[in-house]
């Protein structure tokens, strides 16, 4: 069985660039969330997609955007990059049939924002 | 909404004494709660959950935690710590009613373990 997978690991763009994030979920999963976490601090959620729809929505701004594809996989897009932005993202995949379940967490994406 | 504190952003202990670290949770309905461990340059491990029955749980690696409704905590304890230990350990709360999947984190304590 296949974990949750992301990449790149590591990405360095300039303020205003274009990012997009990649992760695979585990096998069998159907939801997708993605989480920022800053340097010293707590992951903090930004959106969940379940089978293609968002799903869920944290304190992000608008230039924050994903989709989540047929296979499950998902992307996170962030547009015109400001400094802030630099953190570890993380994606964590789970399977979606109750009020709880276990979300699997990838290794991250490690951006910085020159 | 709901919100995890956790107390003391480092901790510090000796090679095989008692592990403690401290979890407090705020939520308007019956939480699930979590423990999650960080390794250097890696992603979150879960450690043990709370969702229903027995308010002890125990978890990988010799951890174990208890919900306290009473004290609104979830305190994570390891009766002896060992090197393989240090690393960054974050509290997370889930509502039990329309919580989804959304995890709420605190901010992280990052265990020390020393000769």
């Known amino acids: 069985e296949t974990g949750v997978t992301q990449s790149p690991t590591h990405l360095i763009k300039t303020r205003g660039q274009q990012v997009t994030l990649r992760c695979s979920s585990q096998s069998g999963h159907n939801t997708v969330s993605w989480y920022q976490q800053a340097l010293g601090q707590g992951p903090q959620f930004i959106f969940q997609?379940?089978?293609?729809?968002?799903?869920g929505r944290g304190n992000f701004p608008p230039r924050f955007s994903g989709l989540q594809f047929p296979n499950y996989s998902s992307e996170l897009n962030v547009n015109a990059l400001e400094l802030d932005d630099s953190a570890l993202y993380l994606c964590?995949?789970?399977?979606?049939?109750?009020?709880?379940?276990?979300?699997?967490f990838g290794p991250g994406t490690r951006l910085t924002v020159l | 909404a709901q919100s995890v504190t956790q107390l003391g952003s480092h901790v510090s202990v000796s090679e095989g004494a008692l592990v403690l670290l401290r979890c407090n949770y705020s939520s308007s309905v019956p939480p699930y709660l979590f423990w999650y461990v960080q390794y250097p340059n890696q992603g979150l491990q879960l450690l043990l959950k709370?969702?229903?029955?027995?308010?002890l749980v125990k978890g990988i690696n010799g951890f174990e935690a208890e919900f306290k409704k009473s004290e609104t905590s979830f305190h994570l304890t390891k009766p002896s710590a060992h090197m393989s230990d240090a690393a960054e350990y974050f509290c997370?709360?889930?509502?039990?009613?329309?919580?989804?999947?959304?995890?709420?984190f605190g901010t992280g304590t990052q265990l020390k373990v020393e000769l």
């Open positions: 997609y379940y089978r293609e729809e968002e799903n």
């Open positions: 709370y969702t229903t029955g027995a308010t």
């Open positions: 964590a995949s789970s399977l979606m049939v109750g009020s709880y379940n276990e979300q699997f």
């Open positions: 997370a709360v889930i509502l039990s009613t329309g919580g989804g999947n959304k995890l709420t």
